[in-house]
């Protein structure tokens, strides 16, 4: 008897599901949801600053986008995209080397706008209207990360060198101020 | 005799969907997220600065800032006059009220010429080019064709005088 008794309760307590409170948990999904929406930013440009890069504080609003990246740092070391090509002096001397490292960027970048312009224009989202210029002969975007403290001639030398070979349309990344 | 009241069930809303859409979106929003806020300034070199041929009715405003670590110098015109000289350590909103008089005189033109000094760091460089852009009051004026502009853009058009 004792035996069928206990049975009874055992199948009782297998009835009986656990209800966990998740409204705590619901509460801090919401606000980690608002967090990450408010720092959202619906710009292509992916953009991994290098170390010792202070980026100076702008009003600025435009979104960046996607374009070869040139980053110079405090200790003045020159990085293409992520890897590091160079160390400046004051003046900028050692940017030389951005002539060769960007004509192969700028061929790359070349071929994918011929690309581009050959594609039926109902399946291209964005038509190449910008410019009436042949792909090969068309300025190409730079985004330029530099910190705060450079100065003017080592810019202009950089900016030089990336001119050279067709980066002929600077975009000076900036921080927003923020809200 | 009363009856003892049955305890009123309240229902329960199912949130297991909303919990698997959210864990979803906060995945993707994670990914995603770039935790420093990025813009850009838009700038051209010298030797690629197209010059719109049109026929003025009157003479290009040809904007020119020289900028040094002590002062700012304003010219206009072709031959290069000078409109104003700023002090550096004023406030530079001296310098955007200029520009709004300038832009509210000359509302169809774009473009500014830069000409930092070597030595002026990026970050001051930074905070001329944002008083130079744009403002936040409305700007009125009268173009070449006699039609009312408004807008809040002063000079977008930024071109470094020299690079080398």
Redesign the interface.
């Known amino acids: 008897m004792g035996s069928l008794a206990s049975n009874l309760r055992r199948r009782k307590a297998k009835k009986e599901t656990v209800e966990i409170d ?1 409204t705590s948990l ?1 509460d801090i ?2 606000i ?2 608002v967090f ?2 408010r ?3 619906a ?1 292509d ?1 992916k ?1 991994e ?1 290098v170390k010792d890069v202070n ?11 996607h374009a070869v990246i040139l980053q110079v740092n405090d200790k003045k070391e020159l990085y293409l995209n992520t890897k590091k090509v160079a160390d400046l002096d004051e003046k900028g001397m050692g940017a030389e080397i951005l002539e060769g490292l960007l004509k192969v960027e700028a061929e790359k970048m070349r071929k994918e706008l011929a690309l581009l312009d050959r594609r039926p224009a109902s399946t291209d989202p964005k038509p190449q209207t910008e410019s009436k210029d042949k792909p090969g002969e068309r ?1 190409l975007n730079v ?1 330029f990360v ?8 080592l ?3 950089v ?2 060198f990336a ?1 050279k070979t067709g980066h ?9 101020r ?1 809200q | 005799m009363l009856r003892p009241r049955k305890k009123m069930k309240v229902p329960k809303l199912n949130l297991v969907p909303i919990m698997d859409a959210i864990f979803i979106f906060i995945f993707f929003l994670l990914l995603s997220a770039q935790f420093l806020d990025i813009h850009e300034i838009k700038a051209e070199a010298p030797v690629v600065a197209t010059y719109q041929e049109e026929k003025h009715k009157k003479e290009p405003l040809n904007l020119m800032l020289e900028i040094d670590e002590k002062q700012i110098i304003i010219k206009t015109g072709v031959d290069g006059n000078i409109y104003k000289k700023l002090d550096m350590n004023e406030n530079l909103t001296q310098l955007h009220t200029l520009l709004i008089e300038l832009k509210g005189k000359n509302i169809s033109e774009q473009s500014v010429i830069v000409k930092p000094a070597k030595n002026l760091e990026f970050k001051k460089i930074v905070s001329i080019l944002d008083q130079i852009r744009g403002t936040k009051q409305e700007i009125t004026g009268t173009n070449d064709k006699g039609e009312i502009i408004k807008t809040n853009a002063l000079f977008p058009q930024i071109i470094f005088e020299s690079i080398m």
């Open positions: 998740i619901l999904l919401t980690l949801l990450l929406l720092s959202y930013n710009t440009l953009l600053v980026v100076a504080v702008s009003e600025s609003e435009d979104l960046g986008s300025p985004n530099f910190d705060e403290k450079t100065p003017y001639e810019m202009a030398k900016m030089h001119s002929t349309k600077y975009k000076f990344i900036v921080q927003g923020g």
